[in-house]
T-cell receptor
């Protein structure tokens, strides 16, 4: 158990809908990362937050947004869902954001868009 | 072309074999190199971390980084059925966002 929790574990929804994925980082970790893992693209970095502020952005679609709250939990919002958004979404956390430190991954949320 | 290339396998070996996994990359700014292990339907977990070039050993696992060739390797000695998993290489230039390879699916047969 990495100490990172993600809810829900599974999510099945229809095209055009909006969903929210939630992540609670390890105790003491200030940095949260979101990754998407799909069969054709592999594991891809989406976005990073550090202590409530956006720190880095990757290949995140405009239909997707994220935020980190004062209690450091984070939410990833996916809207106008398409079939191609079906994937595993992982949250990871680390202590810092300005130098290397281990990222601990949560168990993931499996999103299926029908 | 992807920044990080990794043969997806699958790779199947008998128990006790030496396993060699590798990745190549194109971004010369990468200086942090990692290997993650991912069991089916689980999140990735860090196996090995290396900064810049060189070798690092941890038990049955050895990680090698050759920055001049833009090539990294992971060796698993005396492989066990419990090593069956997907192995992902990951790299970073800043220490924060990670760029992953596609992952190599490994099966160790008893």
């Amino acid at each position: 158990d990495s100490g990172v929790t993600q809810t829900p574990k599974h999510l099945i929804t229809a095209t055009g809908q909006r969903v929210t994925l939630r992540c609670s980082p390890r105790s003491g970790d200030l940095s949260v990362y979101w990754y998407q893992q799909s069969l054709d693209q592999g594991l891809q970095f989406l976005i990073q937050y550090y202590n409530g502020e956006e720190r880095a952005k990757g290949n995140i679609l405009e239909r997707f947004s994220a935020q980190q709250f004062p209690d450091l939990h984070s939410e990833l919002n996916l809207s106008s869902l398409e079939l191609g958004d079906s994937a595993l979404y992982f949250c990871a956390s680390s202590e810092e954001a300005y130098y290397y430190n281990e990222q601990f991954f949560g168990p993931g949320t499996r999103l299926t868009v029908l | 072309q992807k920044e990080v290339e990794q043969d997806p396998g699958p790779l199947s070996v008998p128990e006790g074999a030496i396993v060699s996994l590798n990745c190549t990359y194109s971004n010369s700014a990468f200086q942090y190199f990692m290997w993650y292990r991912q069991y089916s339907r689980k999140g990735p977990e860090l196996l090995m971390y290396t900064y810049s070039s060189g070798n690092k050993e941890d038990g049955r696992f050895t990680a090698q980084v050759d920055k001049s060739s833009k090539y990294i390797s992971l060796f698993i000695r005396d492989s066990q059925p419990s090593d069956s998993a997907t192995y992902l290489c990951a790299m970073s230039n800043s220490g924060s966002r990670l760029t992953f390879g596609e992952g190599t699916q490994l099966t160790v047969n008893p």
